[in-house]
C-alpha cells in the first residue's frame, strides 16, 4: 500500500510529462518524409481530434506510426534502436 500510495503523488506530473512528450515526438515524426502516418488524437490532421479533445483532458500519450517502406523500413528501424 505504501508504494501505491507513493506513486500516486507523483502520477499527474509524469502523465503530464509523458503526455507532453508523446506530442513532441508525434509532431516530430509528422514531419519527417519517410513516416507514411501518425495516429495520434493530438495532431490537428488526426480524423479523431475533435472526438478526443470533448471526450479527454489531454491526448494521452500513446501513439503508432508506420513508416514508407513496409516491413523492410520496420526492420531496419527496429534494428537501429538503442
Do not use: K, N
Not at 26 to 42: I, M, S, T
Not at 70 to 80: D, H, L, S, T
Request: hydrophobic share 50%; charged share 20%.
Amino acid at each position: 500500500a505504501w508504494t501505491c500510495l507513493r506513486g500516486l503523488r507523483t502520477l499527474e506530473v509524469r502523465l503530464d510529462r509523458q503526455e507532453a512528450s508523446a506530442a513532441r515526438i508525434a509532431h516530430w515524426l509528422a514531419g519527417r518524409e519517410d513516416v507514411a502516418a501518425v495516429h495520434y488524437p493530438g495532431l490537428p490532421g488526426h480524423p479523431q481530434a475533435d472526438l478526443a479533445g470533448r471526450q479527454m483532458q489531454g491526448p494521452g500519450f500513446l501513439l503508432s506510426f508506420r513508416l514508407l517502406g513496409g516491413a523492410g523500413a520496420a526492420a531496419r528501424f527496429v534494428a537501429a534502436l538503442e
